[in-house]
């Protein structure tokens, strides 16, 4: 158990549904990060954020995925419409304190599209 | 852009054979590099890591060496054990921006008893 915990674990859902994930970092960690992990590959970045702001998305996140980490806590990831594409992993890694190098990982979400 | 490669997979081995799982990067600058291993229904686990050349990660009885002049840290362990069968990425960390971790593929790690 790394501290950084996911909700739900599992989601399936049909086409053209929206889905939302909650990540829950570490308390003292600021920045946290999302991936996408698809079958076979390793995690991919999508965007983090440092405290409540987003300071990078990755050109993988569409308009239709919106991520959020209000008064810099816990942080949720939308997909709006979703697509069968869609259908991955996704993964909450935090770090910060005094190991700016090691980023902690969450157990990820797994959503499906049918 | 920065990039990780690893040697192709699946793996598979006796127990207490010899391991080695290839890690060849590309990156600018002086990045930090790092072996994750994800266990059969777990998250990532940082396995270990070395910031800096010649540098050399150890844990669990897995060792890798930063080289620089090649550009590449390969995992190895000497005497694998039917627990150590995972999926393992070796990834690197270049600071500056996002300071996101960059990923290969992934190995999958079968070892047989």
């Known amino acids: 158990d790394t501290g950084v915990s996911q909700n739900p674990r599992h989601k399936i859902t049909k086409r053209g549904q929206n889905v939302t994930f909650r990540c829950d970092p570490i308390?003292?960690?600021?920045?946290l990060y999302w991936y996408r992990q698809t079958l076979g590959q390793g995690p991919e970045f999508l965007t983090y954020f440092q405290n409540e702001a987003q300071l990078e998305k990755s050109r993988l996140l569409s308009d239709r995925f919106s991520a959020e980490r209000p008064k810099g806590s816990f942080s949720t990831l939308e997909i709006q419409r979703t697509e069968q594409g869609d259908s991955a992993m996704y993964l909450c890694?935090?770090?910060?304190?005094?190991?700016?190098?090691?980023?902690?990982f969450g157990p990820g979400t797994r959503l499906t599209v049918l | 852009g920065d990039s990780v490669t690893q040697m192709e997979g699946p793996v598979t081995l006796s127990e207490e054979a010899f391991l080695t799982i290839n890690c060849t990067y590309t990156a600018t600058g002086y990045p930090s590099l790092f072996w994750y291993v994800q266990y059969p229904g777990e998250g990532l686990q940082l396995l270990l890591k070395?910031?800096?050349?010649?540098d050399k990660g150890s844990n669990k009885g897995f060792e890798a060496t930063y080289r620089k002049e090649t550009t590449s840290f390969h995992l190895e362990k000497g005497s694998v054990q039917v627990s150590d069968s995972a999926v393992y990425f070796c990834?690197?960390?270049?600071?500056?921006?996002?300071?996101?971790?960059?990923f290969g593929q992934g190995t999958r790690l079968t070892i047989n008893p």
């Open positions: 308390s003292e960690h600021n920045r």
């Open positions: 890694a935090t770090h910060g304190g005094a190991n700016r190098n090691e980023q902690f």
């Open positions: 070395a910031t800096k050349a010649d």
């Open positions: 990834a690197l960390y270049n600071g500056g921006g996002a300071q996101k971790l960059v």
